[in-house]
Nanobody, 123 residues
């Protein structure tokens, strides 16, 4: 599976962005998909994940109620809608594919990663 995230940019606090992740490969629909982010000087952290069927979603406490993860298996796409953005959301955002289901918050468990997309939120 090859992944490519897009949709990052510069936005003011309180604004919104929608990240997209395009996947190649016939087995995309069998993977749990996750979003992670890494801010300068910090470790990469879990943001959100969605089950292979899309019926289950999971969020970090810091983004719960503001971010929504979704997927379209017919298009091999996964999305992260980010609303009410805060300066502390500034980071490089990555999408990743996970063949398991239990350890979706652990980045080392993911099988495939795409290059990140920069999100910058100004105050």
């Amino acid at each position: 599976v090859q992944l490519q995230a897009s949709g990052g940019g510069l936005v003011q606090a309180g604004g919104s962005l929608r990240l997209s992740c395009a996947a190649s490969g016939r087995t995309f629909s069998t993977y749990m998909m996750g979003w992670f982010r890494q801010a300068p000087g910090k470790e990469r952290e879990f943001v959100a994940a969605i089950s292979w069927s899309g019926d289950r979603t999971y969020y970090a406490d810091s983004v719960k109620g503001r971010f929504t993860v979704s997927r379209d298996n017919a298009k091999n796409m996964v999305y992260l809608q980010m609303n009410s953005l805060k300066p502390e959301d500034t980071a490089v955002y990555y999408c990743a594919a996970y063949s398991g289901s239990a350890y979706y918050t652990v980045d080392s468990q993911y099988d495939y990663w795409g290059p990140g997309t920069q999100v910058t939120v100004s105050s």
